[in-house]
């Protein structure tokens, strides 16, 4: 006998609803651009939390980030008791909040079959809407971008709807969160060079190019950032389609990858590949990469939701090169699905609601001697002049 409850809207008992939510959550992650490089271990760009730790301040969602030993132990048969060496290790709290959304019918479902199909609709707009916020606030988080403005530097902007009214995606717990990059982990291009990052000090021919990935690299390592994987000998690095447009541009980029890679079509340079590895470092493009193509003209180059160089005229990108946890990532539960029905049953919605949150770690870095983020480095670039962004 057919599950009557399937096909009664608003019907579903609560173990159908968890299947919904379930089903739409890993409908959301397959589609994240993120969920690419999010792991468990602590040799994941992203770690993922997925279970709350009992501490004095109640039930958090933790990520541990462990220092290297420093002292140089003990030889020979010297006392090594009361010689030990404490482990230092780093414990970061993600704030954790929910965001939902609902879609609703224009009007009545006629039959069994449009009840189906209405949830079916529903489930995959809402995946594909949950997936695309998560990406957009991994790279803010990652970039140190309040939620106030959009992955293309402009002022979210919505009519009628306010951060007050929790309508905004700067209204969520974790935005508080989010801070700057730290001084040495901002860098920008400088001609054939790196310095240190200042968003007005941005050219127009300060453009992404080899030697710049080569240098950020060795950077990175002398900086004591660790890579990602077994060997934590690999970083990811992100730039905007038109900076990897860009990159393939640049000839010192060309020369190198085409006789460094395969011959012949496969060859990632005459492929079309949006992943490219440069002395081992995979870059990819991805157009959620923050930039200011969107931002206001104008300004000193350095105020947030302004272009940048000198009277905020220069589009440019913040890069990021990620080693192992960049980010931490809160993911409790799967979310939640409701069903409801409005003007005296006429209209059906469907809501969906889910439990994260994202933390850009920061730790006392011993190079520097101060606080520093753990994990990546934003470098400014410029971006190619191109049309007008309608």
């Not at 220092?67 to 090594?80: E, P, Y």
């Not at 790279?139 to 309040?146: A, P, R, V």
């Not at 959620?288 to 905020?312: E, I, L, S």
Request: charged share 25%; aromatic share 8%; proline share 2%.
């Amino acid at each position: 006998m057919a599950d009557t409850n399937l096909t009664n809207f608003a019907g579903l008992l609560e173990n159908q609803k968890k299947v919904w939510a379930m089903e739409l959550w890993q409908q959301a992650r397959a589609k994240m651009f993120v969920n690419n490089f999010i792991g468990t271990g602590e040799d994941s760009m992203i770690q993922r939390v997925t279970e709350l730790t009992k501490t004095t301040h109640g039930d958090q969602a933790v990520i541990h980030l462990i220092a290297d030993l420093m002292m140089d132990g003990v030889t020979d048969d010297f006392m090594l008791e009361g010689n030990e060496e404490s482990m230092k290790a780093y414990d970061q709290v993600i704030t954790a909040d929910q965001l939902r959304h609902a879609v609703r019918s224009k009007g009545k479902m006629a039959n069994q079959r449009s009840v189906i199909k209405f949830r079916g609709n529903a489930k995959r707009q809402l995946a594909h809407w949950l997936a695309d916020r998560v990406d957009q606030l991994a790279f803010l988080t990652l970039s140190g971008i309040d939620y106030k403005y959009d992955n293309s530097g402009k002022v979210r902007t919505f009519e009628g709807r306010t951060k007050e009214k929790g309508l905004l995606l700067e209204a969520l717990a974790f935005n508080k969160d989010v801070t700057a990059p730290t001084d040495a982990r901002h860098l920008r291009v400088d001609g054939t060079g790196l310095a240190a990052g200042d968003t007005s000090k941005i050219k127009a021919t300060d453009l992404l190019g080899y030697r710049h990935i080569v240098e950020l690299k060795a950077y990175a390592r002398d900086n004591y950032i660790r890579g990602v994987g077994t060997h934590n000998d690999k970083y990811h690095m992100f730039v905007t389609p038109a900076g990897m447009a860009q990159l393939k541009l640049d000839k010192d980029f060309i020369e190198n990858v085409r006789y460094a890679g395969t011959r012949g079509s496969s060859n990632p340079l005459f492929a079309g590949s949006d992943v490219l590895v440069v002395d081992g470092v995979y870059i990819h493009e991805y157009h959620h990469v923050f930039n200011t193509r969107r931002a206001t003209t104008g300004g000193d180059g350095k105020t947030a939701g302004n272009k940048w160089g000198t009277g905020g005229a220069i589009d440019g990108q913040r890069a990021l090169f990620c080693g192992a946890q960049s980010l931490a990532m809160a993911d409790i539960g799967p979310g939640e699905w409701e069903e409801d029905t409005f003007d005296y049953g006429n209209q059906q919605g469907v809501s969906y609601g889910k439990i994260f949150g994202f933390l850009k770690p920061v730790w006392h870095d011993k190079v520097t001697g101060k606080k520093q983020d753990f994990g990546v480095i934003a470098l400014d670039t410029a971006l190619p002049t191109t049309t007008k962004t309608p």
